[in-house]
């Protein structure tokens, strides 16, 4: 099956500081990468839709420049959080567009837990 | 109105029993239907997928699709301990391609 992982699967840093993360496709090349974030007993908010080559799609409501998403192979996207503070902690969810049947499905990442201090 | 309804639950079942996990939505384009599990801090894994209205099987697992009424189901059979996690309904339009909604998910919990 289609393996999506994420790395760091956790991370602590201080207020504004910046973080990557990264999100790798391990056995198919994956065109379009999405990107969430998931807060405590809630459901997974998409931030943006990433596009290899191209620029990122923000969902309303997210700052682009504070979340700055690069797609720059078919194998990975990365999201990096710039300027975090204690509000952007949250849990980071990406997965990557693959063939499911003849349709195609969305396979997830194992997330990254951020918590700014 | 949110596009997607879910229970969060929590839902508690003994082992061994009938688990029915339920969404509905308002959106009549969506055409594809999803079921997501979520262990506790890890990424939701795909676990049923449906086009369109009718049922499907997987081992323990049902999930059935009534488009007239926009409700959406899955069935557990013989729950097990490991099937305790959140499970989230997803689903999307006509295109493949298109992004997917979810549920909020149902916190799942099945005591031996």
């Known amino acids: 099956g289609a393996v999506v992982s994420q790395h760091p699967s956790r991370v602590i840093c201080k207020s504004g500081t910046s973080v990557k993360i990264e999100c790798r496709s391990l056995?198919?090349?994956?065109?379009?990468m999405f990107w969430y974030r998931q807060f405590p007993k809630q459901s997974l908010m998409l931030m943006a839709t990433?596009?290899?080559?191209?620029?990122?799609?923000?969902e309303q409501g997210v700052e682009k420049d504070k979340f700055l998403i690069n797609h720059a192979s078919l194998t990975l996207s990365t999201l990096t959080v710039t300027s975090a503070h204690p509000e952007d902690s949250s849990f980071y969810i990406c997965?990557?567009?693959?063939?499911?049947?003849?349709?195609?499905?969305?396979?997830f990442g194992p997330g990254t837990r951020l918590t700014v201090t | 109105q949110k596009e997607v309804e879910q229970d969060p639950g929590p839902l508690s079942v003994p082992e061994g029993a009938i688990v029915s996990l339920n969404c509905t939505y308002s959106n009549s384009a969506f055409q594809y239907f999803m079921w997501y599990r979520q262990y506790s801090r890890k990424g939701p894994e795909l676990l049923m997928y449906t086009y369109s209205s009718g049922n499907k099987e997987d081992g323990r697992f049902t999930a059935q699709v009534d488009k007239s009424s926009k409700y959406i189901s899955l069935f557990i059979r013989d729950s097990q301990p490991s099937d305790s996690a959140t499970y989230l309904c997803a689903m999307k339009g006509g295109s493949t391609l298109g992004r997917l909604y979810f549920g909020r998910g149902t916190q799942l919990t099945v005591w031996p």
């Open positions: 990433s596009n290899e080559g191209s620029k990122a799609t923000y």
């Open positions: 056995d198919f090349q994956a065109t379009t």
């Open positions: 997965s990557a567009r693959a063939p499911h049947g003849q349709s195609y499905e969305q396979y």
